[in-house]
């Protein structure tokens, strides 16, 4: 059996391969690089810019006016502290982690049908943290001070306290969003020189000309790029185990029942890992069909992620279970127990049973192949997915804050239409960043694309040829 | 200042009034154009209107100066400045015991400190407040001539150092911003001189027929002084009248006296010595009753499991604290309280008939094993045959000048207050009144609806009708005149507490407003314009002391805040022989619906409509603020499917109002209990429109009870209860925050409330133990503590009112209460147990627990909670960012977040009002309890100069220190010699939810409840189960 990954395939799955046949080193620099640069500019490009960046027009009102008012223009109070600010927070960052896996572990694995989504998934990795960041920063009750939460030498005898988790949530997501745009990059640095090289425009030439710092393609430069892109990815790899997990202590060093679980680090990150494959196919899934990239971006390439989301959401699952077993097992006096009880019957129980439908029942389906191999299902199915992620950090955070130790303090929480317009503007927000990136980045990365020709792998030519062979007499 | 001093300078201090009359005359016209300017825009636009106002420059001045500009210079009052400067300076003369000296009438420049005026060191002066006439002894904290806290008056029996919501809330009266500031003809400004002119002959018209046409209406008087300016002004228009209505009057108390005892006389009662407590209807422990904080006081004392426990038996027809803190309650409606009255008075052998019952057979067992030692109380909305009964009941046991005492009456003139109102709207609608002077009343908006007063008033035809108050009310409205009043911190007056004995008000800071006090305007009234409030009350008390040394009596009675010797001493009467004959409609038919009307527990009679603080104060029963819904019994709601909030129509005698329903565990089926005091048209920002109005259906004739029809309307009303209406009655609390067992238990196992939750070991934890004893690491050895005793708290709010002010807690609003961001840093929880038809039911009051290891402290991310190492977990309010994350790991919820800008910045009256020690918190931050860390550290900085450790008791948290049931104690838990250490170490200390192991240093001392046995197994069920719980 081969052991080139490009056809290192199951025997069922090697009907699709990761970049379809008939492509060369000039087809795909041209094909990918051309979106950037020869597309004309479409009327429904402007027209989503234009309408996403009007829904981040609505997320600066909406924060203006927080910062003008206060945060009372939310639905918080006392006992529930935290709302959407957090759960979006949470969820948004969850959603950035699969970007990270994509291209720091998978590498690592030399799983090179990464190679067709890295870019992709990086850039939302990007933007999602962003989308986070901003929540932290906003739902404090006195903005302009939250730099106080760093480390800053200062005359005014304020420190960190450092054994506050959300004080490591400030070093986890800045050091996770830092990482993350270095690795991305440096990533785009040899696509960037090509860009340079095709444009025909001088200015253009110029803008990706500085960008490209300079890159020739020299063997050095590619020695150089190899080894800093493999220590990047080694770095990167902790992280994607260790922010979710920090931003999980956020609840597990609590002491509030439904928060203090020790469960919840490994169930976080699976968590994260499953929300953020499926917003990569949400964002896939109509990139590939609008720019016709569907020779790039294979039905091989759902299928994996498909079977990724299915995986994480089991663990997910098995999280969502053992808590209800921990709560049984501490006895039906336990406040744990009564937490549960709450959770199943209280007052909120409509999006708790939502959640079990969407992140547990609905992606049950992915066992089905053709499912997994289907866009438009997968798409649905990862909108479903992504709003059960949602509402598994609403339930977390709502629902073990509304009713807690002392029934007296027992409250509700209902989202004012300020938290709404804050969370879809983060939503406009991203989009408008996917938007932009499409139409000015390579949306896939040309040479790492060009890696999974025929003629990139010289030395197995003779084994790599069968297979191919084979799909393209399929094919044709 | 400069030029004032030189213009004083020729002032004698010896001579009244020399000044420069056209200095004096120019300022006046620029007071009365600012004044103008507020009152030009008097109408419905009114308080808006100032709002806006403020923002101009006259008026911010005015404000800076705290007075209009002229104000201080004028004469006929003496300044703040002048006043605090003589004040000092009698002190300075006088001593400790002297802040009595008659404040000199004349302004001179504050150029020398006063030797005991420390800036930064708040004086406190003896005054009381008045409640439906009864008064209250207080002492006043003044900051710099600034009243900011009211505290009771300790040596007084009525308050024994306490004091109640009603007391503590005057204050923001005093300086609510929406009190009439001005007199008002016509909706215009007048001023003071031009009203005595213009009624100067008006009075000499009624002179000339003998005051023929002159009608007097005020509130219920206890004060001596008032009380004999209104006899002189009765003799000076003999054919005058005067009448008094309140509308939560006590007639029913006066008519069950004259119907026992031939005579009007005062019920006293001496719970210190009474075994056995019946209530018929009486919420003798809610701070409307008079005389309440000493009962309760009394009542508590008699609660301590380890000494000769009370037992208290309550029949009643609307749920009260008094009721859910009962061994046995019995819920009846009202029209049936009085079947149970006379069953009693049978099985005790008074004669009639006794409808036989467990509870009635058990009780009258219990009176007859304790003849002599117990007592009844008959409640004020009780027809006046239960009162009556109650007396023959309590002289059958041999009660009287033992558990209840008979003395004269403490109102001057006690008359029945319905018939009196109904009397002068006969009057008036005849056309008999010429002038009518309404002093400090409000009948357009609380007099009986059938009475029409305020049609009647208007076609009247009454030349003249003056409205003497605090507020341009629904009343001053329809009256030409109108006189703002001072308030009781501002003016000199006196007052009889519930014994009979008088307290003297004396003012704190001079008018704000320029108000005159009711002795000012009744001496104008009969021509005495010039007479000073204190020259009144002085010459008054002169005619009365008996001292010889009037200057050394009247000083120390100031100082004291009471005459010694006035208590009314007891006064043997007895009742008619025989029972009070019965009525034929008694009691109603068991299918009607039974409408009871209640003063609201926290705004009164509405004359609290805009106090702030009293309209977010949840009320006992239901936590509810900033409405008064109707409440209705469980049976009743689950009969007709009404749920909480439902709004319904309520009819009544042709009459009808639309009101939302509540249901309140404990109430009897078939009823309805409304809430007077809600639903002001015209009270000021807070009040107006707040709650619904019920006086539009009480009528004259039944004023406390009648019968009513209940339509549900297809609408819900959103009510802002602060305690869930779920979570009040929850059967599903699983850990027991709340510990209570019977007598019987408590002596078979004393610690049983700590053994209903594991306490975890002191070493188990990875954290080093602080050892708060160790010197090296708290250097003053002080660890402060607090203990609540579960048993003596009746849920009064006194402790919520005195922390709001103590605090500079702000008032958050009702639709931010709804959302559940009330700010009180200490709160009562009240837990129901039991059958919903007949709860008991604990209160909690909840501050800071000060956790040793505190959860909230290790989650801040910037620091701003910290532990002291006297044990205190401090709050750092630069320091907050307003994360939240303290609030929401702390198990308690005991802290409170600014998610707006709360509190007030821009009032300048509120600015006055602040306790300058507590910072005022801005948005963002989170606050919550610090035990009062300011009067720690002023008794730290005392104790450091006197070189003498902080002596046990010398700190008092402003909450404690209200507590009329001494359910809260405060002190060095490091002292094992320390009240708070020995209640600690009792077996019933317990902490709520340490198995968390936070350690709280506010622990709570279990509930001891002394059930009779006789009833004990049938109704105390679901106590049992809660003990067994554990």
Same mark, same amino acid.
């Given at each position: 059996?081969?052991?080139?990954?490009?056809?290192?395939?199951?025997?069922?799955?090697?009907?699709?391969?990761?970049?379809?046949?008939?492509?060369?080193?000039?087809?795909?620099?041209?094909?990918?690089?051309?979106?950037?640069?020869?597309?004309?500019?479409?009327?429904?490009?402007?027209?989503?810019?234009?309408?996403?960046?009007?829904?981040?027009?609505?997320?600066?009102?909406?924060?203006?006016?927080?910062?003008?008012?206060?945060?009372?223009?939310?639905?918080?109070?006392?006992?529930?502290?935290?709302?959407?600010?957090?759960?979006?927070?949470?969820?948004?960052?969850?959603?950035?982690?699969?970007?990270?896996?994509?291209?720091?572990?998978?590498?690592?694995?030399?799983?090179?049908?990464?190679?067709?989504?890295?870019?992709?998934?990086?850039?939302?990795?990007?933007?999602?943290?962003?989308?986070?960041?901003?929540?932290?920063?906003?739902?404090?009750?006195?903005?302009?001070?939250?730099?106080?939460?760093?480390?800053?030498?200062?005359?005014?005898?304020?420190?960190?306290?450092?054994?506050?988790?959300?004080?490591?949530?400030?070093?986890?997501?800045?050091?996770?969003?830092?990482?993350?745009?270095?690795?991305?990059?440096?990533?785009?640095?040899?696509?960037?020189?090509?860009?340079?090289?095709?444009?025909?425009?001088?200015?253009?030439?110029?803008?990706?000309?500085?960008?490209?710092?300079?890159?020739?393609?020299?063997?050095?430069?590619?020695?150089?790029?190899?080894?800093?892109?493999?220590?990047?990815?080694?770095?990167?790899?902790?992280?994607?185990?260790?922010?979710?997990?920090?931003?999980?202590?956020?609840?597990?060093?609590?002491?509030?029942?439904?928060?203090?679980?020790?469960?919840?680090?490994?169930?976080?990150?699976?968590?994260?890992?499953?929300?953020?494959?499926?917003?990569?196919?949400?964002?896939?899934?109509?990139?590939?069909?609008?720019?016709?990239?569907?020779?790039?971006?294979?039905?091989?390439?759902?299928?994996?992620?498909?079977?990724?989301?299915?995986?994480?959401?089991?663990?997910?699952?098995?999280?969502?279970?053992?808590?209800?077993?921990?709560?049984?097992?501490?006895?039906?006096?336990?406040?744990?127990?009564?937490?549960?009880?709450?959770?199943?019957?209280?007052?909120?129980?409509?999006?708790?049973?939502?959640?079990?439908?969407?992140?547990?029942?609905?992606?049950?389906?992915?066992?089905?192949?053709?499912?997994?191999?289907?866009?438009?299902?997968?798409?649905?199915?990862?909108?479903?997915?992504?709003?059960?992620?949602?509402?598994?950090?609403?339930?977390?955070?709502?629902?073990?804050?509304?009713?807690?130790?002392?029934?007296?303090?027992?409250?509700?929480?209902?989202?004012?239409?300020?938290?709404?317009?804050?969370?879809?503007?983060?939503?406009?927000?991203?989009?408008?960043?996917?938007?932009?990136?499409?139409?000015?980045?390579?949306?896939?990365?040309?040479?790492?694309?060009?890696?999974?020709?025929?003629?990139?792998?010289?030395?197995?030519?003779?084994?790599?040829?069968?297979?191919?062979?084979?799909?393209?007499?399929?094919?044709? | 200042?400069?030029?004032?001093?030189?213009?004083?300078?020729?002032?004698?201090?010896?001579?009244?009034?020399?000044?420069?009359?056209?200095?004096?005359?120019?300022?006046?016209?620029?007071?009365?154009?600012?004044?103008?300017?507020?009152?030009?825009?008097?109408?419905?636009?009114?308080?808006?209107?100032?709002?806006?106002?403020?923002?101009?420059?006259?008026?911010?001045?005015?404000?800076?100066?705290?007075?209009?500009?002229?104000?201080?210079?004028?004469?006929?009052?003496?300044?703040?400045?002048?006043?605090?400067?003589?004040?000092?300076?009698?002190?300075?003369?006088?001593?400790?015991?002297?802040?009595?000296?008659?404040?000199?009438?004349?302004?001179?420049?504050?150029?020398?400190?006063?030797?005991?005026?420390?800036?930064?060191?708040?004086?406190?002066?003896?005054?009381?407040?008045?409640?439906?006439?009864?008064?209250?002894?207080?002492?006043?904290?003044?900051?710099?001539?600034?009243?900011?806290?009211?505290?009771?008056?300790?040596?007084?029996?009525?308050?024994?150092?306490?004091?109640?919501?009603?007391?503590?809330?005057?204050?923001?009266?005093?300086?609510?911003?929406?009190?009439?500031?001005?007199?008002?003809?016509?909706?215009?400004?007048?001023?003071?001189?031009?009203?005595?002119?213009?009624?100067?002959?008006?009075?000499?018209?009624?002179?000339?027929?003998?005051?023929?046409?002159?009608?007097?209406?005020?509130?219920?008087?206890?004060?001596?002084?008032?009380?004999?300016?209104?006899?002189?002004?009765?003799?000076?228009?003999?054919?005058?009248?005067?009448?008094?209505?309140?509308?939560?009057?006590?007639?029913?108390?006066?008519?069950?006296?004259?119907?026992?005892?031939?005579?009007?006389?005062?019920?006293?009662?001496?719970?210190?010595?009474?075994?056995?407590?019946?209530?018929?209807?009486?919420?003798?422990?809610?701070?409307?009753?008079?005389?309440?904080?000493?009962?309760?006081?009394?009542?508590?004392?008699?609660?301590?499991?380890?000494?000769?426990?009370?037992?208290?038996?309550?029949?009643?027809?609307?749920?009260?604290?008094?009721?859910?803190?009962?061994?046995?309650?019995?819920?009846?409606?009202?029209?049936?309280?009085?079947?149970?009255?006379?069953?009693?008075?049978?099985?005790?052998?008074?004669?009639?008939?006794?409808?036989?019952?467990?509870?009635?057979?058990?009780?009258?067992?219990?009176?007859?094993?304790?003849?002599?030692?117990?007592?009844?109380?008959?409640?004020?909305?009780?027809?006046?045959?239960?009162?009556?009964?109650?007396?023959?009941?309590?002289?059958?046991?041999?009660?009287?000048?033992?558990?209840?005492?008979?003395?004269?009456?403490?109102?001057?003139?006690?008359?029945?207050?319905?018939?009196?109102?109904?009397?002068?709207?006969?009057?008036?609608?005849?056309?008999?009144?010429?002038?009518?002077?309404?002093?400090?009343?409000?009948?357009?908006?609380?007099?009986?609806?059938?009475?029409?007063?305020?049609?009647?008033?208007?076609?009247?035809?009454?030349?003249?009708?003056?409205?003497?108050?605090?507020?341009?009310?629904?009343?001053?409205?329809?009256?030409?005149?109108?006189?703002?009043?001072?308030?009781?911190?501002?003016?000199?007056?006196?007052?009889?507490?519930?014994?009979?004995?008088?307290?003297?008000?004396?003012?704190?800071?001079?008018?704000?407003?320029?108000?005159?006090?009711?002795?000012?305007?009744?001496?104008?009234?009969?021509?005495?314009?010039?007479?000073?409030?204190?020259?009144?009350?002085?010459?008054?008390?002169?005619?009365?002391?008996?001292?010889?040394?009037?200057?050394?009596?009247?000083?120390?009675?100031?100082?004291?805040?009471?005459?010694?010797?006035?208590?009314?001493?007891?006064?043997?009467?007895?009742?008619?022989?025989?029972?009070?004959?019965?009525?034929?409609?008694?009691?109603?038919?068991?299918?009607?619906?039974? $409408?009871?009307?209640? #003063?609201?527990? /926290?705004? =009164?009679?509405?004359?609290?409509?805009?106090?702030?603080? &009293?309209? +977010?104060? !949840?009320?006992?029963?239901?936590?509810?603020?900033?409405?008064?819904?109707?409440?209705?019994?469980?049976?009743?709601?689950?009969?007709?499917?009404?749920?909480?909030?439902?709004?319904?129509?309520?009819?009544?005698?042709?009459?009808?109002?639309?009101?939302?329903?509540?249901?309140?565990?404990?109430?009897?089926?078939?009823?309805?209990?409304?809430?007077?005091?809600?639903?002001?048209?015209?009270?000021?920002?807070?009040?107006?429109?707040?709650?619904?109005?019920?006086?539009?259906?009480?009528?004259?004739?039944?004023?406390?009870?009648?019968?009513?029809?209940?339509?549900?309307?297809?609408?819900?009303?959103?009510?802002?209860?602060?305690?869930?209406?779920?979570?009040?009655?929850?059967?599903?609390?699983?850990?027991? $925050?709340?510990?209570? #067992?019977?007598? /019987?238990? =408590?002596?078979?196992?004393?610690?049983?409330?700590?053994? &209903?939750? +594991?306490? !975890?070991?002191?070493?188990?934890?990875?954290?080093?133990?602080?050892?708060?004893?160790?010197?090296?690491?708290?250097?003053?050895?002080?660890?402060?503590?607090?203990?609540?005793?579960?048993?003596?708290?009746?849920?009064?709010?006194?402790?919520?009112?005195?922390?709001?002010?103590?605090?500079?807690?702000?008032?958050?609003?009702?639709?931010?209460?709804?959302?559940?961001?009330?700010?009180?840093?200490?709160?009562?929880?009240?837990?129901?147990?039991?059958?919903?038809?007949?709860?008991?039911?604990?209160?909690?009051?909840?501050?800071?627990?000060?956790?040793?290891?505190?959860?909230?402290?290790?989650?801040?991310?910037?620091?701003?909670?910290?532990?002291?190492?006297?044990?205190?977990?401090?709050?750092?309010?630069?320091?907050?960012?307003?994360?939240?994350?303290?609030?929401?790991?702390?198990?308690?919820?005991?802290?409170?977040?600014?998610?707006?800008?709360?509190?007030?910045?821009?009032?300048?009256?509120?600015?006055?009002?602040?306790?300058?020690?507590?910072?005022?918190?801005?948005?963002?931050?989170?606050?919550?309890?610090?035990?009062?860390?300011?009067?720690?550290?002023?008794?730290?900085?005392?104790?450091?100069?006197?070189?003498?450790?902080?002596?046990?008791?010398?700190?008092?948290?402003?909450?404690?220190?209200?507590?009329?049931?001494?359910?809260?104690?405060?002190?060095?838990?490091?002292?094992?010699?320390?009240?708070?250490?020995?209640?600690?170490?009792?077996?019933?200390?317990?902490?709520?939810?340490?198995?968390?192991?936070?350690?709280?240093?506010?622990?709570?001392?279990?509930?001891?409840?002394?059930?009779?046995?006789?009833?004990?197994?049938?109704?105390?069920?679901?106590?049992?189960?809660?003990?067994?719980?554990?």
């Amino acid at each position: 059996m081969s052991t080139d990954p490009t056809i290192a395939l199951a025997e069922e799955d090697r009907e699709i391969p990761v970049l379809e046949p008939g492509h060369d080193m000039a087809s795909v620099t041209a094909k990918i690089s051309d979106i950037v640069l020869e597309r004309p500019l479409s009327i429904a490009w402007v027209a989503g810019v234009m309408f996403c960046s009007g829904i981040v027009l609505m997320l600066g009102t909406a924060v203006t006016y927080l910062f003008f008012k206060g945060t009372g223009i939310w639905g918080i109070n006392i006992p529930v502290g935290w709302g959407f600010a957090i759960v979006n927070f949470v969820w948004w960052i969850g959603i950035g982690h699969a970007g990270t896996l994509i291209s720091a572990i998978l590498h690592l694995l030399r799983q090179s049908w990464r190679n067709s989504i890295n870019r992709f998934a990086e850039a939302m990795t990007l933007f999602a943290v962003m989308c986070a960041g901003l929540f932290p920063l906003i739902h404090t009750g006195r903005p302009w001070l939250a730099y106080w939460m760093f480390p800053i030498p200062n005359t005014m005898s304020y420190w960190p306290q450092f054994r506050s988790p959300l004080l490591w949530d400030v070093f986890a997501v800045s050091t996770y969003g830092t990482i993350s745009l270095v690795f991305w990059y440096t990533g785009l640095i040899p696509d960037l020189a090509t860009l340079r090289d095709r444009a025909s425009n001088k200015y253009i030439r110029l803008i990706y000309g500085a960008l490209a710092m300079g890159w020739r393609g020299e063997a050095r430069h590619w020695e150089r790029y190899e080894s800093a892109y493999l220590l990047l990815a080694g770095l990167s790899t902790p992280l994607v185990l260790s922010v979710h997990t920090v931003v999980s202590f956020d609840f597990a060093i609590s002491i509030m029942p439904g928060w203090h679980t020790t469960v919840f680090p490994p169930y976080f990150v699976a968590g994260a890992i499953y929300s953020g494959f499926a917003m990569v196919l949400i964002l896939v899934i109509p990139v590939r069909a609008v720019y016709n990239l569907r020779d790039m971006i294979t039905e091989k390439h759902l299928d994996i992620a498909a079977k990724v989301m299915l995986a994480t959401g089991l663990i997910v699952a098995y999280g969502y279970i053992l808590e209800i077993y921990m709560a049984w097992y501490a006895g039906p006096k336990s406040i744990d127990w009564f937490t549960v009880h709450n959770r199943f019957f209280g007052p909120y129980a409509g999006p708790y049973w939502m959640l079990w439908v969407c992140n547990i029942i609905t992606p049950q389906v992915l066992w089905i192949k053709s499912i997994r191999r289907s866009p438009v299902l997968l798409f649905l199915i990862s909108l479903v997915v992504l709003g059960g992620m949602w509402l598994e950090r609403f339930v977390i955070i709502i629902l073990s804050l509304h009713r807690d130790f002392v029934p007296s303090s027992w409250g509700m929480y209902y989202p004012t239409k300020w938290d709404w317009m804050t969370y879809i503007g983060t939503l406009g927000l991203f989009t408008t960043m996917i938007f932009l990136f499409c139409r000015v980045l390579p949306m896939i990365s040309i040479f790492e694309i060009r890696m999974l020709l025929p003629e990139s792998h010289v030395k197995h030519a003779a084994e790599s040829h069968a297979p191919a062979a084979q799909l393209e007499g399929k094919h044709l | 200042m400069a030029p004032e001093n030189t213009k004083r300078e020729d002032t004698c201090p010896g001579k009244k009034k020399t000044l420069d009359v056209q200095s004096l005359d120019a300022k006046a016209l620029d007071l009365a154009a600012v004044r103008e300017e507020i009152a030009s825009t008097s109408g419905p636009e009114y308080w808006r209107s100032l709002e806006e106002l403020a923002g101009s420059d006259e008026f911010r001045e005015m404000m800076h100066r705290e007075f209009p500009k002229g104000a201080s210079e004028w004469l006929d009052s003496f300044s703040r400045r002048g006043f605090l400067q003589t004040m000092g300076a009698s002190l300075a003369l006088a001593g400790m015991t002297a802040c009595t000296r008659q404040p000199l009438e004349q302004i001179v420049p504050y150029v020398r400190q006063p030797e005991d005026m420390i800036p930064g060191r708040p004086q406190f002066y003896a005054s009381a407040t008045t409640l439906g006439g009864y008064a209250s002894p207080v002492l006043v904290e003044s900051h710099m001539g600034r009243p900011t806290k009211i505290e009771g008056n300790p040596d007084h029996p009525a308050s024994l150092g306490a004091s109640d919501i009603f007391a503590q809330a005057s204050l923001l009266n005093m300086y609510d911003p929406d009190r009439s500031q001005t007199p008002v003809y016509l909706g215009e400004t007048r001023s003071w001189k031009n009203f005595v002119d213009q009624i100067r002959t008006r009075m000499a018209g009624q002179r000339a027929v003998e005051g023929e046409g002159f009608r007097l209406l005020t509130g219920p008087i206890s004060s001596p002084t008032l009380a004999n300016q209104i006899q002189a002004l009765l003799k000076m228009y003999p054919k005058a009248k005067w009448h008094q209505y309140s509308p939560l009057h006590r007639d029913n108390v006066l008519a069950g006296s004259m119907l026992a005892f031939g005579q009007a006389v005062e019920t006293q009662y001496r719970l210190e010595a009474a075994d056995v407590i019946l209530s018929l209807d009486a919420d003798f422990l809610s701070p409307s009753f008079p005389g309440s904080a000493r009962y309760t006081h009394d009542y508590a004392a008699r609660r301590n499991p380890d000494a000769a426990m009370n037992r208290l038996y309550v029949v009643e027809s609307v749920p009260s604290p008094t009721g859910v803190k009962a061994e046995h309650r019995l819920s009846l409606r009202a029209s049936e309280v009085e079947g149970f009255a006379r069953s009693l008075a049978a099985s005790l052998g008074l004669g009639g008939n006794a409808a036989d019952s467990h509870f009635l057979r058990a009780v009258a067992d219990d009176f007859k094993a304790h003849a002599g030692s117990c007592v009844v109380i008959a409640g004020e909305q009780q027809s006046p045959e239960v009162h009556a009964l109650a007396h023959a009941i309590n002289a059958h046991l041999g009660n009287v000048g033992k558990t209840v005492v008979y003395t004269d009456t403490v109102l001057a003139n006690p008359v029945d207050q319905t018939a009196s109102l109904r009397d002068l709207t006969q009057d008036l609608r005849e056309k008999k009144v010429d002038v009518l002077v309404i002093l400090d009343a409000n009948p357009v908006y609380d007099a009986p609806a059938d009475l029409n007063f305020a049609d009647v008033v208007l076609n009247s035809g009454a030349g003249l009708r003056l409205h003497y108050g605090l507020h341009q009310n629904e009343t001053a409205e329809l009256c030409q005149w109108h006189v703002n009043a001072a308030h009781s911190l501002e003016a000199w007056s006196d007052g009889r507490t519930y014994d009979g004995s008088v307290c003297i008000i004396q003012p704190l800071i001079a008018p704000l407003y320029d108000g005159k006090s009711a002795h000012e305007l009744v001496a104008a009234l009969m021509g005495q314009s010039t007479l000073t409030g204190h020259d009144i009350l002085r010459s008054y008390w002169q005619g009365q002391a008996k001292s010889s040394d009037f200057e050394t009596w009247w000083r120390k009675t100031v100082h004291d805040g009471f005459v010694a010797g006035t208590a009314h001493p007891a006064k043997a009467v007895t009742p008619k022989a025989g029972l009070p004959p019965l009525k034929a409609a008694a009691a109603a038919d068991a299918s009607t619906i039974e $409408v009871s009307f209640r #003063g609201d527990p /926290a705004i =009164y009679d509405g004359s609290f409509a805009n106090n702030g603080w &009293m309209q +977010e104060l !949840p009320k006992p029963m239901s936590k509810m603020t900033w409405d008064n819904p109707a409440w209705i019994g469980p049976a009743y709601a689950a009969r007709t499917g009404l749920k909480s909030e439902d709004m319904v129509t309520l009819e009544i005698a042709g009459r009808s109002v639309q009101v939302p329903v509540w249901i309140q565990a404990g109430h009897p089926d078939n009823a309805i209990t409304v809430f007077l005091g809600y639903g002001r048209r015209r009270v000021g920002r807070v009040g107006n429109g707040a709650g619904f109005n019920l006086y539009a259906v009480r009528s004259s004739d039944a004023p406390w009870r009648t019968t009513a029809k209940i339509t549900p309307l297809a609408q819900t009303y959103k009510l802002a209860s602060t305690q869930g209406y779920q979570t009040i009655e929850t059967a599903t609390i699983t850990r027991p $925050v709340i510990r209570e #067992g019977s007598l /019987a238990e =408590y002596k078979k196992k004393p610690n049983f409330a700590q053994e &209903m939750e +594991e306490t !975890p070991e002191r070493n188990v934890t990875l954290y080093p133990n602080v050892d708060y004893s160790d010197p090296n690491y708290n250097k003053l050895g002080y660890a402060w503590g607090m203990t609540v005793d579960l048993g003596a708290c009746v849920g009064c709010n006194a402790c919520m009112i005195a922390c709001h002010s103590e605090n500079n807690i702000p008032v958050v609003g009702k639709p931010q209460v709804v959302v559940g961001r009330h700010m009180h840093w200490i709160r009562v929880d009240a837990y129901y147990q039991g059958d919903r038809d007949n709860p008991s039911a604990s209160f909690q009051p909840v501050p800071c627990m000060q956790c040793e290891n505190a959860p909230c402290e290790l989650v801040c991310p910037v620091g701003a909670t910290v532990h002291s190492s006297e044990g205190l977990n401090d709050m750092v309010y630069n320091r907050c960012i307003g994360t939240r994350y303290c609030s929401n790991n702390c198990p308690y919820k005991v802290r409170r977040f600014n998610f707006l800008l709360f509190q007030d910045w821009e009032t300048p009256q509120f600015k006055m009002m602040r306790n300058p020690d507590v910072s005022i918190r801005s948005r963002g931050v989170m606050e919550k309890c610090t035990y009062c860390v300011q009067r720690i550290t002023v008794a730290r900085i005392d104790s450091e100069r006197e070189e003498r450790a902080i002596r046990d008791g010398e700190i008092q948290t402003a909450c404690q220190q209200a507590c009329p049931s001494n359910a809260i104690v405060f002190g060095n838990v490091n002292d094992p010699q320390s009240k708070v250490s020995k209640l600690k170490a009792q077996a019933r200390n317990y902490s709520m939810l340490a198995e968390l192991n936070t350690r709280p240093r506010t622990t709570y001392l279990a509930e001891v409840r002394n059930p009779n046995p006789q009833l004990e197994s049938a109704e105390h069920a679901g106590v049992d189960s809660a003990v067994e719980q554990g």
